[in-house]
């Protein structure tokens, strides 16, 4: 496992604030896909035996808590909510307006490898809806003209990185 | 219209005011502290029953009662947790308390260990709020840099630390034995009470207190007023103020708050929230969080409840039931979590009902047959009309799928799933009839709900 210093610093400090050791669990998970942006068999074996715990312990959660991942993925991940009050508004709309710019399917990579587009459950922001989640912003009322502009706010970051 | 009465919100939303410290103590923040540190602690647990707070994260039950329930003989350390983890779908108040008011919430939680002799504080917050998570983490390393968190508070000799821990998507984890295993770093898989209440044997097999965090902040407002002031808030038995947060299908969605019981459904939605969308008529509306059932516009109810020491009667059309715990359960739903959910009529409800079915099917934990095996039913067949195979008979098979949910189960998400169906299909029994029918000639929705 090659994790920066920082991640390994701060996993540290996530171990010591809790009294059983097993607690840190979720806290690391997040650090280390923080890091490496997936949770690859490797990860999962490294942070069982950082707590002293079977791999088993770590799969389990790896494989419940829809947040982690085992494969990479895009380089982005834009999150759709599709519960009751952004359906209301028109997020499965909203939701194939992000597939047609992408050229991707709900669930699945951009051919460019450049997002994944995934449908989530209610991102406790009802009132501004539809909402979706791009990486760790949330963008409010993104209906289809909103999806397009930030689509492209998101080609032309890849094509300036690239 | 009564009007507004902020109390928790007073500062969101307000030009120039930030979150942090500064701003909050030049707000008055962190008084309220001061004067409960310089009380004993059990006379801070007797002003908060007294004051008949009511928790807000969806059950509504008595806060000061929950913490005399705390096993003290035990000699284990006892924990708080916060509850963060605002998942119930309809509600988005916690959000903004923790991005625009964390001290708010950290005076809250300080008043409240130090009320029940807490050593440790736990903020479970949802995965899907990072940014909410740095926020309290900035705001309690500057409450610990000032001597208001951590060791020694206020030169008072009493220390307690507060840790930020973030979910990862399960809306279980709101439950609060569920949270309890997924802080020890296991899945959530809620525990079975007895013996796991959590004021005996919750995080670590230790007495805990979970609290909403709207819960929390009002702790700290009955501690500023008195009790016995908090208690002449809003109506008897439901007390104080609480933020209602609008969804759906309405001119004005947003977070109100209202003292509890003083504003009805008819002014919240129509002078509040200014009503339909043009040209559109209100047809249903979910009062507490997606898992309270559904009410009908044109519903009346009739009957005797208590007012103060009396029985009164009561005769209520849909727009003129109080918002408060107690009436909403009157009228068979209840106040839940606050998220008040608005559909018009050109909303379908099977393909509502619909949308909510995947959402319990998709969170179930699965430990318990009848939810996880009843809420993947009552999607597939909610599915299956939707996509035009359903039959005139569907709503009677729901149904029984659901009746035999509630009441079988570990934790309450088996009631939590199964009220949406039942309430959805009584209440549109001829829409559910009608639907595979309509759903043949006319098509797929251009504005699908699932
Ligand atoms: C399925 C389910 C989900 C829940 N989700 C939440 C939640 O997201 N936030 C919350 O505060 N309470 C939630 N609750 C309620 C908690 O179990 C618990 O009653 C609450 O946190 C207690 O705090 P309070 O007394 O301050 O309301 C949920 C309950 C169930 C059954
Ligand atoms: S009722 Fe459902 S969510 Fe609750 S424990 Fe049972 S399977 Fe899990
Ligand atoms: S339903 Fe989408 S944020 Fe709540």
Not at chain 1, 80 to 108: D, H, I, M, P, W
Not at chain 2, 96 to 102: A, F, N
Not at chain 2, 307 to 313: I, K, L, N
């Amino acid at each position: 496992m090659n994790l920066k210093p920082e991640t390994l610093q701060r996993i540290d400090v996530a171990v010591a604030h809790y009294p059983v050791k097993r607690s840190a669990a979720l806290p690391l998970l997040h650090l280390v896909q923080e890091d490496i942006g997936h949770l690859p068999g490797e990860a999962v074996e490294w942070i069982a035996s950082r707590l002293g715990l079977e791999p088993i312990h770590v799969y389990e959660l790896v494989t419940f808590y829809p947040m982690f991942r085992q494969e990479p993925g895009g380089r982005r991940r834009i999150k759709v909510c599709r519960t009751l009050s952004c359906a209301l508004a028109g997020a499965y709309q909203t939701l194939a307006e992000f597939e047609k710019q992408f050229n991707a399917r709900q669930g699945g990579t951009s051919p460019d490898g450049e997002v994944t587009i995934e449908f989530v459950e209610c991102l406790a922001s009802c009132g501004t809806a539809p909402v979706v989640m791009v990486d760790d912003e949330l963008h409010e009322k993104v209906d289809c003209e909103k999806a397009r502009q930030i689509a492209a706010k998101i080609k032309a970051q890849a094509r300036r990185e690239s | 219209m009564p009007a507004e009465r902020r109390i928790i919100f007073e500062h969101i939303d307000q030009p120039g005011y930030t979150p942090d410290l500064d701003c909050y103590v030049r707000h008055g923040g962190y008084a309220a502290l001061r004067k409960a540190v310089a009380c004993k602690p059990e006379d801070l647990v007797s002003e908060v029953k007294r004051s008949g707070l009511r928790g807000r994260g969806g059950a509504g039950f008595p806060c000061g009662v929950k913490w005399t329930l705390l096993d003290r003989r035990s000699g284990k350390p006892i924990y708080l947790i916060v509850n963060a983890d605002e998942s119930e779908p309809g509600t988005f108040k916690d959000r903004y308390i923790i991005h625009q008011d964390p001290h708010q919430l950290i005076e809250g939680i300080m008043i409240t260990c130090f009320a029940n002799t807490v050593k440790q504080a736990y903020i479970y917050i949802r995965g899907e709020f990072p940014e909410g998570a740095k926020i309290l983490e900035r705001a309690i390393a500057e409450a610990r840099a000032a001597g208001l968190a951590g060791p020694n508070i206020l030169g008072t000799g009493y220390s307690c630390e507060i840790y930020v821990h973030r979910g990862a998507g399960a809306y279980i984890c709101g439950e609060e034995t569920g949270l309890i295993e997924s802080l020890e770093g296991k899945r959530p898989y809620p525990r079975i009470k007895p013996p796991y209440f959590p004021a005996v044997l919750g995080l670590y097999q230790c007495p805990t207190i979970v609290n909403n965090v709207e819960t929390l902040c009002h702790v700290k407002h009955i501690v500023s007023m008195g009790g016995d002031a908090f208690a002449r808030i809003g109506t008897p038995n439901n007390t104080g103020t609480r933020i209602f947060c609008v969804s759906g299908q309405v001119q004005r969605p947003g977070t109100y708050e209202f003292e509890v019981g003083k504003i009805t459904m008819g002014q919240l939605l129509y002078e509040v929230c200014g009503g339909p969308l043009p040209g559109r008529k209100f047809k249903a509306v979910i009062p507490g969080g997606s898992s309270a059932k559904v009410l009908r516009f044109g519903e009346h109810y009739k009957g005797k409840r208590r007012a103060g020491a009396e029985m009164v009667d009561y005769d209520w059309a849909l727009e003129d039931v109080p918002l408060d715990f107690d009436s909403l359960a009157l009228v068979g739903s209840m106040g839940g979590s606050g998220g008040v959910i608005v559909m018009d009529d050109s909303a379908s409800m099977v393909e509502a009902l619909g949308n909510l079915n995947a959402f319990y099917a998709h969170e179930s934990c699965g430990q318990c047959t009848p939810c996880r095996e009843g809420s993947l039913w009552m999607k597939r067949i909610t599915a299956r009309m939707v996509s035009g195979e359903g039959r005139a008979e569907d709503g009677e098979l729901l149904k029984s799928v659901a009746d035999q949910i509630a009441g079988r189960t570990i934790c309450a998400f088996g009631e939590a799933c199964a009220w949406p169906t039942q309430s959805f299909v009584q209440k549109f029994a001829a829409e559910f009839r009608g639907y595979p029918e309509a759903r043949k000639s006319a098509g797929p929705s251009a504005a699908p709900l699932v």
